[in-house]
């Protein structure tokens, strides 16, 4: 052999066995002729690529190079020259004058100097108890602030980026255009060429300078933004904290008892000045807001036009609809008084379109919604009523005045005293009048608001003026008082809006539609619930904003819905938990109105199969509800992935004690495609005969003649015999048998029963009913009328009429329905008695000799 085996490896040196291995991978034998020349070699050469290796690591560390910048081929200089200088020149339209950055730099001083303004008040009130009004301002302030900041943060941010994307085209191209000149000028291009390229160049740098300046404007007015946007919000935050931090002391005196008030007098003079500094710290504010949201006005405008048109429309249709529409009465008063009903729900939109307009904004839309307010709340209440809500109206004007005016700390106690005392009366006279004048439950429910909580808050500002605790007695008597002030325009607006509601979902195209036809009561119903829970909504947010306590209330909640329960490797927070079940709510409820939608109006429009537009609406609903619980899933963080341990478990749990869970489930899949039994069809289960009124992926459920409803497992219904009486066809056939006397016409008795069955409204014509001669009784002739009749609803009633109609035929044409005879046989001596009484009757002897006797019987 060539080959020659080595016995024992392992006391050889290393090197010796480094040789034989490399020897045995390359030639496959361990001492070959010529081994050690060739693994010599080998040797070599695994050392040269390892060195190669080690040498050039360095250098794969560092990367590929760049690529060197492409050049422009020497005949396209010219197009492309051509080509970038209209590219320069739509860049450059593009750096004209920007409106965006002209208009930010024009308001950020002013916009500036308001934050400064805001700091420094924050610093004043940050050592005492707040008043709601003032907090209101100084919350409505700092958010506005920090809103437009952000805006202006936004579009500075947009115009730097696009000038930074520009600057690094504009170097690249550059760049190219330099090596172009380079290569140009190296291969003796004509001195033309190479003058278009030094202006391209030029041109180059003169927009990249442009650029660059615009990039340094943008960054310049960001950074200044920013500045004043920080220091917004540090206003906020300290202002947020000062009122945390003090807000026990509301609850303690802040100044001496009415009876001292007069002592604090400081003069008119001081009264009007300080009312005319709150005047014109009120008019700089509507003149600023103005100036920054002017377009807010606009849309405001624009949307009590769209409003009224839509009103105006819908007071044309009301005319139109029917007399016994409940509807007509319930919108009557709204599309009496349309521009009235569109200033108020313009009002009720302020938080959407001017969600940060100042308070000041909201007086004067308040003042001019004041009429139409009146006027629509006399139209809705009863007369005895329109004394209490013109007097809460003129409440109003009143209040604001005193806000703004009086800052006299003497005169604004007595004021504060004098009003919480008036609005006391005006809350007792308006639950009494309330309950007498209505005299509903809802009535009954807003009179105990009154007394229970409108009440003694009232007099409790009342009893707190009068002592000295003027900050507690201004908090709940202003919470009162603008928690109504915002409830009536909502109040009026949810009928405005059950208005819009009524004449949408009777005009088209939504009248077009089987779902509004046949359940326009059913929509107004749940319409009118959802407006009614969104204006909820905004009462509350109002009535918080406008006691600035909207920022404390919402940090709560936040802080409550972010604390989070960690047991080991799970976590949950109540955001979680609320925001897993309003997804789970949201699907069911989605599904539901798929399922609405699909049975209403979109199956009815298609020509389907039977059992089809269920089975599509089952798999529609169990689709939605599986999207929806993944969605679920993924909104509280839960990793899909981690399902299969799930899956696993439940596939344990299938082949351990789920089998007939799983067998019925998959039979509800086979019923619903194969639809072998379909909603409506007559079952008949064993002795159970009934109606199938669900299919379920689980069970079914047939609601049997008697009433009962019956849940049978779907397996049940694809394993047993059922007998379905409908699923072909709805007919079904009817016997009526009679049997009549012997010596009866057989002819005679088949015509009266065809005769009655084609009289008879139920039975079909087709197929034909059919009289039977079955055959000789006992005691009768036998006969049989069979009929169809599609009317399931009605088979007992139908057969019962038909024998009711074929015993009146018999006995017309004096056809004898006999009773069923028996021949009874006497054993022994006939009794005397039988002899007399036959002898007596002059009949025929009781026997005939053999002691037997013939006598009718029934049954």
């Known amino acids: 052999m060539l080959c020659k085996k080595e016995s024992n490896w392992l006391p050889m040196p290393e090197a010796r066995r480094f040789d034989l291995a490399l020897s045995v991978a390359v030639t496959g034998c361990a001492d070959f002729p010529g081994t050690r020349a060739v693994t010599s070699a080998a040797r070599h050469v695994l050392l040269g690529i390892v060195a190669l290796l080690v040498g050039c690591g360095p250098l794969w560390a560092q990367g590929t190079p760049p690529p060197a910048p492409a050049t422009i081929p020497i005949p396209e200089i010219a197009e492309a020259s051509e080509r970038v200088a209209g590219e320069l020149r739509a860049l450059e339209k593009r750096l004209g004058p920007s409106e965006a950055l002209a208009t930010i730099a024009a308001k950020l001083p002013e916009a500036a100097r308001r934050a400064a303004e805001l700091q420094a008040a924050t ?93 340094a404007e943008a960054l310049t007015l960001q950074e200044q933004v920013v500045r004043e946007r920080g220091r917004a919000q540090e206003s906020l935050d300290a202002f947020a904290q000062a009122r945390q931090s003090t807000a026990w002391r509301t609850f303690l005196p802040d100044s001496p008892p009415i009876w001292n008030a007069v002592s604090r007098w400081q003069g008119w003079r001081d009264v009007v000045a300080r009312a005319g500094e709150n005047l014109q710290d009120n008019r700089r504010q509507l003149d600023a807001y103005l100036a920054d949201y002017g377009a807010d006005l606009l ?13 105006v429309h819908g007071r044309v249709r009301s005319r139109q609809w029917s007399v016994q529409d409940p509807a007509r009465e319930r919108v009557r008063v709204i599309y009496a008084r349309p521009v009235s009903a569109a200033i108020v729900a313009s009002l009720a939109m302020v938080w959407w ?93 807003l009179a105990v608001v009154i007394r229970m909580i409108a009440l003694p808050l009232l007099a409790a500002a009342v009893v707190g003026s009068a002592l000295g605790f003027t900050q507690l007695a201004q908090a709940m008597y202003s919470g009162v008082v603008r928690s109504v002030g915002v409830a009536m325009p909502l109040w009026e607006s949810y009928w405005v809006a059950d208005a819009v509601m009524a004449d949408g979902l009777r005009s088209w195209p939504l009248d077009l539609l089987h779902m509004v036809r046949r359940h326009r009561s059913l929509l107004e119903r749940r319409g009118e619930v959802v407006v009614r829970w969104v204006l909820v909504g905004m009462w509350l947010w109002f009535t918080l904003r406008m006691l600035g ?150 069970s079914s459920t047939m609601r049997t003649w008697e009433g009962a409803e019956l849940i049978i497992p779907n397996a049940q219904l694809t394993s047993s015999i059922v007998t379905n009486w409908t699923l072909s066809d709805r007919q079904r056939r009817i016997d009526v048998p009679v ?20 009289q008879h409204v139920m039975v079909l014509a087709n197929p034909e009913p059919v009289a039977l001669f079955l055959g000789f009784g006992d005691s009768s002739l036998n006969f049989e009328l069979r009929v169809f009749t599609d009317q399931l609803e009605r088979l007992l009633q139908t057969r019962s009429e038909l024998n009711l109609a074929v015993h009146e035929a018999l006995a017309g044409a004096g056809i004898t329905i006999p009773f069923p005879q028996r021949d009874v046989h006497l054993s022994g001596a006939v009794p005397a008695a039988c002899r007399a009484s036959v002898s007596e009757a002059g009949e025929a002897p009781c026997g005939d000799g053999t002691g037997s006797t013939k006598s009718p019987t029934k049954g």
């Open 549 to 698: 306590l909207d920022g404390m209330v919402s940090s709560m909640v936040q802080n409550a819905f972010t604390a989070t329960l960690a047991y080991r490797e799970f976590r949950v927070s109540l955001a979680d938990v609320v925001a897993l079940a309003v997804a789970i709510w949201s699907t069911f409820a989605l599904s539901r109105f798929v399922r609405f939608v699909l049975d209403e109006d979109v199956f009815p429009r298609l020509q389907l199969e039977v059992g089809l537009p269920n089975a599509l609406s089952v798999l529609v609903n169990y689709l939605i509800l599986l999207v929806g619980f993944l969605v679920a899933l993924a909104m509280v963080g839960i990793d899909l992935t981690r399902l299969t341990i799930l899956a696993g478990a439940i596939g344990i749990g299938i082949g351990f004690g789920l089998q007939n869970v799983i067998n019925n489930f998959v039979s509800g899949f086979i019923l619903l495609f194969e639809r072998p039994i379909r909603i409506g069809d007559r079952l008949q289960l064993d002795n159970i005969t009934g109606e199938i009124r669900r299919i379920g992926l689980r």
């Open 739 to 758: 049997g009549v006397a012997y010596g009866t016409p057989p002819r005679q008795v088949l015509d009266l029963l065809l005769k009655v069955a084609g």
């Open 353 to 445: 379109i001017q969600p940060h307009a100042p308070r000041v904004v909201l007086i004067v839309l308040a003042f001019v919604a004041l009429v139409p307010i009146v006027r629509i709340a006399n139209g809705l209440t009863p007369r005895a009523l329109h004394p209490v809500i013109v007097a809460i109206a003129l409440f109003f004007p009143v209040e604001r005045f005193r806000e703004a005016v009086i800052r006299d700390p003497g005169i604004e106690q007595i004021a504060l005293l004098l009003a919480s005392i008036a609005f006391t009366a005006i809350a007792i006279v308006a639950a009494r009048r309330v309950e007498e004048a209505l005299a509903t439950p809802k009535a009954h429910r």
């Open 123 to 215: 610093g004043r009130v940050a050592t005492g108890p707040v008043p709601p009004d003032i907090a209101a301002d100084l919350t409505i302030k700092g958010q506005g602030l920090r809103a437009q900041f952000s805006d202006w943060q936004d579009t500075l941010t947009a115009e730097a980026t696009k000038r930074e994307k520009d600057m690094r085209a504009l170097a690249e191209t550059t760049q190219v255009w330099e090596v172009t000149a380079a290569q140009a000028r190296a291969a003796d291009a004509p001195a033309s060429l190479i003058a278009r390229i030094d202006e391209t160049l030029a041109r180059l740098r003169q927009v990249q300078g442009r650029v660059a300046s615009r990039r």
């Open 299 to 311: 849309q405001h405008v624009l949307f009590f036009v769209c409003a009224l048109a839509v009103l």
